[in-house]
């Protein structure tokens, strides 16, 4: 009864640096969302992707990029890692766009 | 003025006590949800609602369309609810190529003490 995983759980990259974050959903959900959430900011819509096939930009999408490699998956890239970018990154799914949303674990990313 | 205001950010109480956390809203929405937040950091959907109220053991969210509010009550509350509370709306004007945008509250700390 997995849900949602998100992997890694932590991570440390310097300026500059690359890392991609994997999600996966077994619910056989129709959309998939990375949001980000830092202090005093509320949780915030990164990327998402309504169905298979289909990625659209969210709020604050600049220095990510993602992937719907297949129903389950939807991963994030940061191709040049920037200190801004610290923050705890969340993948959740949802069966259709904007029903309940299921979340991942989420990831602690620190870019020094 | 943040579109989803919550009230208030903290809240400490004993165990036992009846809990109101509220949300507050100014955008047309389809849809309010609540999230709980635990301390290690996951998130939960606790509700999704468009009008009336909704109940799950302990936790009951109504929400009033009209004076654009929602409150999130706990029952008896326990420390094993201590969280981050966590409305959202689903607004019905702000689109996101077809997908309509959550806009988030900043939360509610909720502590309940033994």
């Known amino acids: 009864n997995a849900g949602v995983t998100q992997t890694p759980k932590f991570q440390v990259l310097k300026t500059g640096q690359s890392m991609t974050l994997q999600c996966a959903q077994d619910?056989?959900?129709?959309?998939m969302y990375w949001y980000r959430q830092d202090p005093g900011m509320g949780l915030r819509l990164i990327y998402y992707s309504a169905s298979e096939g289909t990625t659209d930009k969210g709020e604050v999408p600049n220095g990510y990029n993602v992937s719907r490699l297949n129903k389950r998956e939807f991963s994030l890239r940061l191709e040049s890692a920037a200190p801004s970018q610290t923050s705890v990154y969340f993948c959740?799914?949802?069966?259709?766009?904007?029903?309940?949303?299921?979340f991942g674990s989420g990831t602690q990313l620190s870019v020094l | 003025k943040n579109e989803v205001e919550q009230s208030p950010q903290n809240l400490t109480a004993q165990e036992g006590e009846f809990i109101t956390i509220n949300c507050s809203y100014s955008v047309g929405i389809s849809a309010l949800h609540w999230l709980q937040q635990h301390p290690g950091g996951g998130i939960v959907s606790l509700f999704m609602?468009?009008?009336g109220k909704k109940k799950h053991g302990r936790l009951i969210a109504t929400i009033n369309i009209q004076e654009k509010h929602s409150s999130l009550h706990i029952t008896a509350s326990h420390p094993r609810d201590s969280a981050v509370y966590i409305c959202a709306v689903r607004s019905s004007y702000n689109l996101i190529q077809g997908a309509q945008k959550l806009v988030f509250g900043q939360g509610t700390r909720l502590t309940i003490n033994p």
């Open positions: 959740a799914s949802s069966r259709k766009p904007g029903e309940k949303l299921f």
């Open positions: 609602l468009s009008s």
């Open positions: 619910m056989n959900h129709n959309s």
